[in-house]
């Protein structure tokens, strides 16, 4: 059975870190692209980085580029979200997700190739 769980959340002040774990298993995830995403109240769940399989490459959202860094440990199937400079803009239900090989490239800035979620953790940065 395929699980991903989150932990590493909760609240700090503007300019605090959290550093955000996901815990794979049923998978072996370095077979998997994975990626974070976020969804704040009233708000469309948005990718937030991810990285690829193969080459490691990762890819973030112009919102986090320079604050956060995502990174896998394949050895311990566990995937990382470090948070820095948070703002009151990142809070949000933050969720890890796993997606399959083999889609375009472009398909893995979306929701859409990624078929197993986390449940999520909370991350809220307070002004």
């Known amino acids: 059975q395929v699980q991903l769980v989150e932990s590493g959340g909760g609240s700090v002040q503007t300019g605090g870190s959290l550093r955000l774990s996901c815990a794979a298993s049923?998978?072996?995830?370095?077979?998997?692209?994975m990626g974070w995403f976020r969804q704040a109240p009233g708000k469309e769940r948005e990718r937030v980085a991810h990285?690829?399989?193969?080459?490691?490459?990762?890819y973030y959202a112009d919102s986090v580029k320079g604050r956060f860094t995502i990174s896998r440990d394949n050895a311990k199937n566990t995937l990382y979200l470090q948070m820095n400079s948070l703002k009151p803009e990142d809070t949000a239900m933050y969720y890890c997700?796993?997606?399959?090989?083999?889609?375009?490239?472009?398909?893995?800035?979306?929701?859409?190739?990624?078929?197993?979620w986390g449940q999520g953790t909370q991350v809220t940065v307070s002004s």
């Open positions: 997700a796993a997606a399959p090989a083999g889609y375009l490239w472009s398909d893995y800035f979306t929701p859409r190739p990624y078929n197993y």
């Open positions: 049923g998978f072996t995830d370095s077979s998997y692209w």
């Open positions: 990285i690829s399989t193969n080459t490691g490459s990762t």
